[in-house]
């Protein structure tokens, strides 16, 4: 997924990909998103030094936000 705001992010629902058809490497995860929402058997690596979000991280939401409101 991409949002036109913030063309250099490209953000993945894990829970969509089958992980054993990926030929060559995943890219690098930055950050972990709406954790509110992971069902508890999921289990996150504890030490994959990335940052943790129950929703959208708060400078993020609020570029949305300020899109939203210029792109009716």
Known sequence: M???????????????????SIVGS????????FLQDKVKWWKLAELDN???????PKEFQKSLDQWKAQNP
Request: glycine letters at 2%.
């Open 2 to 20: 991409q949002y036109k705001f913030a063309p250099h992010k490209i953000s993945i629902a894990m829970g969509t990909v089958d992980q054993e």
């Open 26 to 33: 995943l890219p690098l995860v930055s950050e972990h998103i």
């Open 50 to 56: 990335t940052q943790r979000y129950k929703t959208f």
